[in-house]
């Protein structure tokens, strides 16, 4: 028998717990033999527990669980930062395996973990940790391990998708559809590092990081969240042939690799145009395989449980067969994430001008000056005297649409600019 210490019981928790105990035999037979959970660590042992669980495997100690000899797998669940990554590090220096979905820990702290499970000749596993229920860690290890990545595109959050979706199809507000995602088991214990482009950077640190053999440093990572989106500019979207959504993109460029998280105009025909509600998606381009895309659910009780649960069986497997496997390293490779300013992108311009004979005229002078040409331009009419002016532009580098912008805004007749987004179009 394998002795499990579970660290966390909310919504992955508890779904790791009711996937266990519904295919018992099925997983004993992978295994080889049976999983016990000896321990769960929670904060609050006087919570309401809609699960059927022995009170008496509960704790509020860790001690219980990584100075426990018993216990050869820690899954840790409590999110956040710390103190989650001091009782992974703890666990793997008593010769404890670990398996997580803590995608900020990994993305943070990821590389020195692995080191530490390697000197201690332990496993870290962490399927959970991008894209939810999507098998795309381990594919990305094995599968295509033949291959050298160019590129990859992913919907890794799904709370935003979410959001964004019932945004697009129902027109329902921003504030009600993220407390319907929360009530979902969706977000994160703090929302804001879904609704700002945190999460999603987390994971397309992981994903990169494994892709290109290095160690990203997530403070380099250029983030922008989904809360400056409008009902104006996801109804413009539609009306020029796209979708928004929040895109994360890891690729090679000539001067490094380029790393970001934001949201995105995405051609309506894209097959992650069609990536909606919870579900999540990663679109990636190998030498030998070409375009791989994985599609499923990113986020909710059962659909990460199902990944925590592989990841168990897999590590339990091998120490119920004497196996040591360590984790490889996937840092040997130095690149160097490039500065958003030197990043080239089509962009859509929503700005609000005063309807007047020569303020296009104008407003193209700025951006010629500044090396921006247009690929289209949309003004829409209305019955007074400012209207929304939507310009959509050829690739560029950032730079020159941010110094456009400071130029632009010291027009008189130019209102207000109330949207830049990113448009991807070509590349992808
Ligand atoms: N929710 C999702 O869809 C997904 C989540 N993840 C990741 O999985 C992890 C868990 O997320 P989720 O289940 O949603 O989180 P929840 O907030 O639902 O659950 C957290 C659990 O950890 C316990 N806990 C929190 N802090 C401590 C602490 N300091 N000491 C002891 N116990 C603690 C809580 O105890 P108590 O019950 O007593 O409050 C609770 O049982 C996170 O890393 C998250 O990013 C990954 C993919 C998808
Ligand atoms: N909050 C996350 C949960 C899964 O990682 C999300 O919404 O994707
Ligand atoms: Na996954």
Redesign the pocket.
Known sequence: MIKIGL?????????VVTIMENNKESIRRKVGTSLAIEKV?????D?E?DLDIDSRVLT?N?EDIVYNPDIDLVV?????EE??CQYIKEAINRGKSVV??????IAKHGTEILKLAREKGVQVSYE??VG?GIPIIRPLKESLAANRIHEIYGILN?TTNYILTKMTREGRKFQEVLAEAQKL?????DPSSDIEGY?AAYKIAILASIAFETSIDISSVYVEGIDGISVDDIELARELGYVIKLLAIGKRCERGLDIRVHPTFIPRSHPLALVSDVYNAVYLHGDAVGDVMSYGK????M??GS??VADIIQVARDIHSGRVVTPSLDTTIKHRVVDINEIENSFYLRLQVRDKPGVLAQITKVLGDNKVSLASVLQKHRLTTVVPLVLITHPVKEQFINKSLKELKKIEDVVSIDSLIRVEEESI
């Open positions: 660290l966390g019981l909310g919504t992955v928790g508890s779904g660590l929670v904060k609050n042992l919570k527990r509020s860790i840790e669940l409590i999110g956040g103190p989650a997580t979905a803590n995608k900020l820990v959970g940790s939810g799904g088991g969706y977000a994160e214990s999460d990113g986020a909710g009780q659909p990460t990944a925590v």
